[in-house]
T-cell receptor, first 114, second 114 residues
Framework: GENVEQHPSTLSVQEGDSAVIKCTYSDSASNYFPWYKQELGKRPQLIIDIRSNVGEKKDQRIAVTLNKTAKHFSLHITETQPEDSAVYFCAASIGGSTLGRLYFGRGTQLTVWP | NAGVMQNPRHLVRRRGQEARLRCSPMKGHSHVYWYRQLPEEGLKFMVYLQKENIIDESGMPKERFSAEFPKEGPSILRIQQVVRGDSAAYFC????????????FGQGTRLTVV
């Protein structure tokens, strides 16, 4: 089955700096790559996703890049704010009707210091 | 349109008891996924169901665990004879039949086995 690796496991940045989280996947059939933000004790919430026909996607301060050849994708957060502090998970899926069948990375604890 | 509803939010069971976790998908959603999250780990897929059918249960332990999604009513994840290692957060996600829409997560049920 699919194997998703995520790095780093913890990331501390100063407010206003950028944060980058990287993930790799193993199954070339995967074509849907969402990123979730999870605050302590809460549900995972989708913040951005990318599909295999797109190399980069941006939504305000958040961007995701995808390299299908190398089987890796990254999350970029610019101008970080303290409220960005949370655990971030990458995931991969073969999409289609089984889009919710997700393989998750182990998560990155992001701390943004004011 | 209410989100994915899970209940109870917190459940305490003694070793050997049964735990029943409920998930009501969003209106119009016919696909339900169950995930387990151990402390400080990512979400692990357990089972994928559509109405009255188990589509993929490859992530669910063979013993003590079962899931159903009846024609009427919520999806149920049932854990028999719970052990301490079953203590975790259990999340349910739902998605519509459409192939292009994200899966939405519920708030989770935090099971504690004492």
């Amino acid at each position: 089955g699919e194997n998703v690796e995520q790095h780093p496991s913890t990331l501390s940045v100063q407010e206003g700096d950028s944060a980058v989280i990287k993930c790799t996947y193993s199954d070339s059939a995967s074509n849907y790559f969402p990123w979730y933000k999870q605050e302590l004790g809460k549900r995972p919430q989708l913040i951005i996703d990318i599909r295999s026909n797109v190399g980069e996607k941006k939504d305000q301060r958040i961007a995701v890049t995808l390299n299908k050849t190398a089987k890796h994708f990254s999350l970029h957060i610019t101008e970080t704010q303290p409220e960005d502090s949370a655990v971030y998970f990458c995931a991969a899926s073969i999409g289609g009707s089984t889009l919710g069948r997700l393989y998750f990375g182990r998560g990155t604890q992001l701390t943004v210091w004011p | 349109n209410a989100g994915v509803m899970q209940n109870p939010r917190h459940l305490v069971r003694r070793r050997g008891q049964e735990a029943r976790l409920r998930c009501s998908p969003m209106k119009g959603h016919s696909h339900v996924y169950w995930y387990r999250q151990l402390p400080e780990e990512g979400l692990k897929f357990m089972v994928y169901l559509q109405k009255e059918n188990i589509i993929d249960e490859s992530g669910m332990p063979k013993e003590r665990f079962s899931a159903e999604f009846p024609k009427e009513g919520p999806s149920i994840l049932r854990i028999q004879q719970v052990v301490r290692g079953d203590s975790a957060a259990y999340f349910c996600a739902s998605s519509p039949p459409s192939v292009s829409t994200e899966a939405f997560f519920g708030q989770g049920t935090r099971l504690t086995v004492v």
